[in-house]
């Protein structure tokens, strides 16, 4: 959809993908080549810009909030299978859709609205005429629409919209918590009749939620007002907002629900990054590694609240490569017993001669303990 008069766009990052030209074709049948000016894979959104000349193009206009409700009729707009534009109707199916394994921030409008393949990228239309979301994704075992079709809501779309044409980098605000679904055993331990909200696990020091007196324990059962079903929703809440901003968390505290006022902050980058590539006589030989900080580790899609030296790439022709001792993504957190924090810390490790070499890493959520044998095999087992 064309959202801005001067011609930006906004569609699907997997429409673009990683597509070396791309065209914009109008209604009209008018062709444009379009410049990418942001693309985002963990919101699946992408902002492309085309040159109209002196032209106003006509915009598709956001809605302001998220006000659909269940039962709200919506038009699907697209070009499923490439046959033309086309519209379909149907109704909001779901508001608040987490379970849905397209992106990151996994939180979409359900539609019953007919949407195919070819539909990506295209508008989601309220009776307002109001533009609330961006049709993504389908739930379908054979391909074709079957009833259940996902779309973005338009306050996400506002958000990644004003890092394309403001900062030209998104970079989220954050409450700094570590949290874990309520389950149904978990309310019953802390007095609520049915399962629903997040339950603090740890705190960012220095963060929004421990600046505001929040602790481990606190659960968190809504937002400005909006239900929090999971940590998804929380996520798509708050990264909708922006740095400064405050919002209202309800919280339930030794069976008590309070409102707590909790200013929102960006991700804050410490350590610096640090990115360096090893050399020596060392298994780590030939590796780039970099210290973890919360947004480093949000732009490499690692949880925020981890820290340690990141692997972020590995040499093919390096002992690390040719042998499997680290993989990119792996979080090394102890070389020969000793704790690796910073980058640093490895540095200094390596620097030190040894004969063998023990390790720990953390790789795709599990903690794995690696010893490498002088010819050079690894064997690695699952810690603990």
């Known amino acids: 959809m064309i959202v801005r008069a001067d011609g930006v766009v906004v569609t699907n990052n997997h429409v673009i993908g990683e597509a070396d030209t791309i065209k914009v074709v109008l209604a009209d049948r008018r062709e444009y080549d379009a410049e990418v000016i942001l693309a985002d894979a963990r919101t699946d959104l992408a902002i492309l810009r085309i040159d109209a000349g002196e032209e106003d193009l006509p915009v598709a206009r956001l809605a302001q909030i998220d006000q659909m ?28 859709r987490t379970q849905v394994g397209v992106s990151d921030f996994g939180f979409f409008l359900q539609t019953d609205a007919a949407v195919n393949p070819g539909n990506s990228g295209g508008a989601l239309v309220a009776l307002t005429g109001d533009l609330v979301g961006i049709n993504t994704a389908i739930f379908s075992r054979t391909g074709d629409t079957s009833g259940i079709g996902f779309a973005i809501p338009a306050s996400m779309v506002r958000s990644v919209l004003r890092a394309a044409l403001d900062e030209g980098e998104i970079i989220r605000p954050w409450l700094g918590i570590a949290g874990q679904p309520v389950t149904s055993d978990i309310a019953r331990a802390v007095g609520l009749d049915r399962p629903g909200g997040v339950m603090i696990s740890d705190l960012y020091a220095g963060g929004p939620a421990a600046l505001s007196g929040l602790e481990p324990g606190d659960v968190i059962l809504g ?20 740095a400064g901003d405050h919002v209202q968390l309800l919280i339930l505290r030794d069976g008590e629900r309070s409102v707590w006022d909790v200013e929102l902050a960006l991700l804050p980058e410490v350590p610096e990054r640090q990115i360096t590539r090893l050399d020596g006589r060392h298994p780590f030989q030939g590796i780039t590694v970099g210290n973890l900080s919360p947004r480093f580790a949000e732009e490499l899609g690692v949880d925020p609240m981890r820290s340690g030296v990141v692997t972020l790439e590995v040499s093919r022709r390096s002992p690390a490569g040719r042998f499997g001792f680290v993989r990119p993504g792996d979080i090394i957190l102890n070389v020969q017993n000793e704790l690796v924090a910073s980058v640093d810390d490895l540095l200094a490790i390596t620097e030190r001669p040894w004969e063998n070499w023990v390790y720990r890493v953390r790789r795709s959520g599990r903690l794995l303990d690696c010893a490498v044998a002088k010819n050079g095999a690894v064997e690695c087992r699952v810690s603990g």
């Open 223 to 242: 937002i400005d007002g909006e239900d929090v079903v999971d940590e998804r929703g929380l996520r798509f809440r708050t990264a909708t907002r922006e």
């Open 69 to 96: 409700e269940v039962g709200d009729i919506v038009l699907a707009i697209g070009n499923p299978f490439g046959i033309g534009q086309t519209v379909t109707s149907g109704i909001v199916s779901a508001t608040a």
